[in-house]
């Protein structure tokens, strides 16, 4: 069996071909039943949460048979230990036997992963237009979703805030020396104001958003979590990743379950706008993606990454 760690991800990956690896699961030729998801309590710190995330492809899959499973632990008090909050291991097997084939560092996967889906689905959301680009965030996943939005657009601004503007500074620095133009910013509502698209891992204000926008909302993964007001659910059309969005993560999940939106209101998920079902309407229109992240996504990455490195 293969390890192929962190360093190995960011040597193989690129957005392009991550994303396209990821449109092609969503078209189908996958399966992902519901995840398992366990609340750990744990003293003097706030609960943890236990993720199992398996998928698989089908006989007639073009990619080949494959087997897969993310187990992802998020420890929010790690923080205080100086260590990831989000921590996880991904198993690759063979779908033909079963044996193993690959373990996969699984907190790399999901930083890439996760801002592959969020570059897919504005590349059907986002205005092609798109001159600005707001990063909201400046933690471990934040420089992907950058990459991976500039990856789909020609932004020709990049902003980023965080709660800690030293926070902001890195990441700006850091995106700017990799050739983005990025740029640091301590007003999060103007910088709102001001972007085409908007990712965001916190809070953001539906009174802050103007006609034409994408917001993209990557953070939240319990209904206890909010990144997007009630405003922002009644001002945008919405769209997810999967059903689980409705039921598991915040914002979408919250608006359903107060009663400020209903599962109408959902315009369409991945799979659907992957096999060709009405993005944007209209230059004006206002478009929100909600993801909570899926087993279809991690075993499509890992299928690549194995495949980039001389498996079969």
Not at 239 to 260: K, P, S, Y
């Amino acid at each position: 069996m293969r390890l192929i760690s962190a360093g190995d991800l960011d040597a193989t990956f690129d957005f392009p071909a991550l994303i396209e690896a990821l449109a092609e699961a969503m078209r189908g030729g996958f399966v992902a039943p519901r995840r398992h998801h366990h609340t750990i309590a744990r003293a003097d710190e706030p609960p943890a949460t236990h993720l199992v995330m398996p998928a698989w492809t089908e006989g007639a899959a073009r990619a080949g048979l494959y087997l897969g499973v993310k187990v992802v632990n998020v420890f929010p008090g790690n923080s205080a230990r100086a260590l990831p909050a989000v921590m996880g291991l991904y198993v690759l097997m063979s779908g033909r036997t079963g044996a193993p084939l690959a373990a996969i560092d699984g907190t790399r996967l999901t930083h890439w992963r996760t801002a592959a889906a969020s570059a897919l689905a504005a590349s059907r959301l986002a205005r092609p237009d798109a001159k600005s680009l707001l990063v909201v965030g400046a933690g471990a996943l934040a420089p992907h979703l950058a990459r991976a939005h500039a990856s789909v657009r020609a932004y020709e601004r990049i902003a980023v805030w965080n709660h800690r503007p030293e926070g902001a500074r890195r990441l700006a620095a850091e995106l700017a020396t990799s050739g983005l133009p990025a740029a640091a910013t301590e007003d999060l509502e103007t910088a709102v104001r001001a972007a085409d698209v908007v990712s965001s891992a916190t809070l953001v204000e539906g009174r802050w958003l103007k006609p034409g926008q994408h917001l993209d909302l990557v953070g939240a993964f319990t209904p206890a979590m909010r990144e997007a007001d009630d405003e922002a659910l009644r001002r945008s059309r919405i769209f997810i990743d999967t059903d689980a969005a409705l039921t598991e993560g915040g914002d979408v999940a919250a608006g359903v379950l107060a009663g400020v939106i209903d599962r109408s209101s959902v315009a369409a998920d991945l799979p659907a706008l992957c096999r060709g079902a009405p993005g944007r309407l209209g230059p004006n229109e206002i478009t929100l993606f909600k993801s909570v992240g899926a087993a279809i996504e991690d075993l499509a990455a890992a299928m690549l990454v194995w495949r980039k490195s001389g498996g079969r």
